[in-house]
């Protein structure tokens, strides 16, 4: 309801008579009200004007098109009243308004019902109170529908009277019908609210479903049984892609079957992303993809492995010769005492993760199987372990070959890890320890052989420190692999002993004075007779096999 206010003082030229008010651009007659309330009104749009060519009249809040006429009928003067819906003004605890002394700005303070709906365009994307929704204009009861439709949310009560989430009930049941009736539409994502599910049996995820929660600090699937995976994938479904992403996947109680259990698939895409896996206590596996199993590509990102059982053999595996893990910027740990592996597969990608064995034990962190074609790429990881045990960071099983394609750079071997394990082959061209070279071990020597470790390092300082004769021993590198001995001969013993050259390198003749501060030797790791591997002395001439 608004007054119009042209006509209370009065409109000259139109004393005594009349005002006819219709809705602004038509003909149309409108209600004209006699007072705010609207209990009263003139009999008709057309009204008549005091002696001063006044009236008090309301319509109601629209545009209204005002002709006022003097007493003879004639139009004196036409405009337009009404107060646009733009300037209405609006106070709410909902929306910020600005106070009219310009300060403060907040909530409950003045703005305008312009400014209310602009804020629902800017929000929403689109114009009419619809949504932007995959590039269209949406009337928000089918974006509502077809959200449903992409989330299956276990709580709800669709879902077998929905999960619980409260860690003691048994959800299996809701969580299965959420996956069934994503299954049912073609696929979808199957939600995890806030809370602990715990689940029974093993949950059978076809190829065209994933996982999603809140946050891996929230959202926590945790199996109670003693020998059942978490999840494995429907058999004979292929050219699958699944995402598995923000979710806790934790054991109620020991058990001997990973996570992850992928039997019996072909051409799957599987992606874990900010997930963690394991526990303090139970967690023996997280994925284990035997031969049988086809699985193109298992990508871990941003996901932290805690395996809390002893008794694993490893932390991710496949045997599978057509499957490729990747690690991406991963945090794997391992409980005191663990023996095993901690990472194995034939074809792997692995980039800057951590690998944290626990104390005691005997760990790998990384294993290659020795089959034909085996490849992988470790680059920029670091192996981190300071205390009693035997580590190695990365071990290629059997002897190398020339189908292999191995390369690492970059990665970090903390002074307790033994960096590699391998046995070198002549034919082995295609495998390159990236990190060696840029790796130095110092040692003494000894009145025993001495075994120089230029498999694991790039540089070693030898300390003369005793009269005796050395022998130093070589183990093998990669072919084309450079090594450097540095001998210091600051002990202030005179004479020194003589070092004679062991097993598998070849010099000529490398003299040590006993005066001298430091003798460098270079050497190359090549087949010196076509089939056998030796360091040959890089800066001299070589024994003529």
Not at 42 to 64: E, F, K, P, Q
Request: with cysteine; net charge negative; hydrophobic share 35%.
């Amino acid at each position: 309801m608004h007054l119009i206010e042209a006509l209370v003082p009065g409109v000259a030229g139109c004393e005594n008579g009349t005002a006819v008010i219709t809705l602004r651009g038509t003909a149309t007659s409108t209600t004209v009200y006699t007072d705010f309330e609207g209990t009263g009104s003139y009999a008709s749009n057309t009204i008549t004007l005091d002696a001063r060519g006044g009236a008090v009249a309301y319509v109601d809040n629209v545009l209204v098109t005002v002709a006022c006429k003097d007493s003879s009928g004639n139009t004196v003067r036409t405009f337009v009243s009404g107060v646009g819906a733009g300037n209405i003004e609006v106070k709410s605890d909902s929306f910020t308004g600005t106070a009219y002394s310009g300060a403060p700005t907040a909530t409950s303070q003045p703005t305008t019902l312009k400014a209310v709906l602009d804020k629902w365009d800017n929000s929403a994307g689109a114009d009419d109170f619809e949504v932007l929704f995959e590039g269209a204009s949406t009337p928000l009861s089918s974006f509502a529908s077809r959200l449903s439709g992409m989330l299956y949310n276990v709580k709800s009560t669709a879902y077998a009277t929905g999960a619980t989430g409260d860690g003691a009930t048994d959800d299996t049941a809701a969580i299965n019908a959420a996956i069934s009736a994503a299954s049912a539409a073609g696929g979808g994502t199957v939600y995890f609210p806030k809370g602990t599910y715990r689940i029974t049996t093993t949950l059978n995820v076809p190829g065209t479903v994933s996982f999603a929660g809140v946050s891996p600090k929230v959202s926590l699937i945790k199996m109670d049984a003693a020998s059942a995976a978490h999840v494995t994938f429907t058999s004979g479904t292929t050219n699958r892609s699944q995402v598995f992403r923000d979710l806790r996947f934790e054991n109620a109680q020991s058990n001997s079957k990973p996570i992850f259990l992928p039997y019996s698939v072909s051409s799957t895409h599987f992606l874990a992303q900010n997930c963690v896996f394991g526990d303090s206590s139970y967690t023996k596996y997280v994925w284990d993809d035997p031969a049988s199993a086809v699985v193109s590509t298992a990508r871990f990102s941003f996901c932290r492995f805690d395996i809390g059982s002893t008794s694993g053999g490893h932390v991710v595996t496949s045997d599978s010769t057509s499957a490729q893990i990747w690690l991406d910027h991963c945090w794997l740990t391992t409980p005191n005492s663990f023996s095993g592996e901690m990472v194995r597969c034939p074809r792997l990608t692995v980039v800057g993760t951590r690998f944290e064995p626990g104390q005691g034990g005997a760990q790998s962190c990384i294993v290659i199987p020795n089959v034909a074609n085996a490849y992988a790429a470790i680059t920029g990881n670091e192996f981190n372990y300071d205390s009693s045990g035997t580590i190695t960071g990365i071990e290629i099983e059997g002897t190398l070959s020339s189908t292999m394609r191995i390369t690492e750079s970059g990665n970090v071997f903390h002074s307790s890890v033994t960096p590699y394990a391998y046995t070198p082959a002549w034919d082995a061209t295609r495998v390159v320890l990236g990190t060696r070279p840029e790796m130095y071990y110092r040692t003494s020597d000894n009145t025993t052989p001495l075994t120089i470790p230029a498999d694991q390092y790039g540089v070693v300082v030898l300390r003369r420190t005793g009269g005796a004769v050395q022998t130093l021993n070589f183990n093998n590198a990669t072919p084309g692999s450079e090594f450097t001995l540095v001998i210091y001969n600051n002990s202030g013993v005179t004479p020194l002993g003589a070092i004679t050259w062991g097993n598998n390198v070849q010099v000529d003749s490398v003299t040590v004075p006993d005066d001298a501060k430091v003798t460098v030797v270079r050497f190359v790791c090549a087949s010196h007779d076509g089939s056998t591997l030796v360091w040959l002395q890089a800066n001299g001439t070589n024994f003529t096999p």
